[in-house]
């Protein structure tokens, strides 16, 4: 047997190397911890590590998913304005605004104008792609201002090709990255993270809209598959302490 990255996440055991464990405080519960190792460390990391945009940057998150509800509570945090969301399902929609987003558009609607319209016709500043669409960097490049960053989060199909205008991407200025599991360090990150929920500054717990048992991980993976849930956590309570996956 082969761990997945050095993890086995759903072993009641295992052996992994000194690097991927990380210590962690006593009175974080194991939900916040889980979600911490991966969703939220992608999208507050690819916001704060990668793109790292100053107080009153102007933010587009393309999807409300676990990584882009993150990166939306990162540039919240962060003193962006606004915080524009661009999600079709309206559950999600109505998460990115509790979680910090000020506005929200759909991808059925002319995104690249309602974005200016929000941005007073300049873009936004920082674009973060947390869906990898094949197509949709295209509509990111148009959307974001002359000298903004665009952070690729989400991963596309290996097979999936991505242009831009090359003219346009000389004489704009813009930068175009991807980010990689947040840019992180996560033996610094994870701590830090931590600390940010612990004093209340990051709320991980809100991104928690079901808890599941061991053997309900199949109705945990279809709905996460099925946009029901904003993350799913599989507890398992043996009577000493839970541990969450």
Not at 35 to 42: D, N, P, Q, S, W
Not at 67 to 73: D, E, K, P, R, T
Not at 158 to 164: D, F, Q
Not at 177 to 199: K, N
Request: hydrophobic share 45%.
């Amino acid at each position: 047997m082969h761990h997945y990255s050095f993890l086995s996440t759903f072993a009641e055991h295992t052996v992994v190397p000194a690097a991927s464990a990380i210590p962690i405080p006593v009175d974080v519960p194991f939900p916040v911890v889980a979600l911490a190792g991966c969703a939220v460390l992608t999208g507050y990391g690819a916001v704060v590590n990668r793109a790292r945009p100053a107080p009153g940057d102007g933010v587009l998150v393309y999807g409300a998913g676990g990584v882009g509800l993150s990166a939306i509570m990162a540039a919240h945090l962060s003193g962006a304005d606004p915080v524009i969301v661009c999600e079709p399902r309206s559950s999600a929609a109505e998460a990115a605004l509790a979680l910090g987003a000020t506005a929200v558009v759909r991808p059925d609607e002319d995104v690249v104008a309602a974005v200016r319209d929000l941005t007073a016709g300049a873009g936004a500043d920082v674009t973060i792609d947390a869906v990898g669409r094949e197509g949709l960097l295209e509509e990111a490049f148009d959307a974001t201002a002359p000298g903004g960053t665009i952070v690729c989060v989400g991963v596309p199909a290996p097979e999936a090709r991505a242009s831009v205008p090359a003219a346009r991407f000389v004489r704009e200025e813009k930068y175009l990255t991807g980010s990689l599991y947040g840019s992180s360090r996560p033996a610094c990150d994870i701590p830090h993270l931590l600390r940010l929920w612990s004093s209340g500054r990051l709320p991980i717990d809100r991104l928690v809209s079901a808890t599941y048992a061991l053997d309900e991980v199949g109705q945990a993976l279809d709905d996460l598959e099925g946009g029901r849930v904003r993350r799913g956590v599989v507890v398992v309570d043996d009577g000493v302490e839970g541990w969450a996956a």
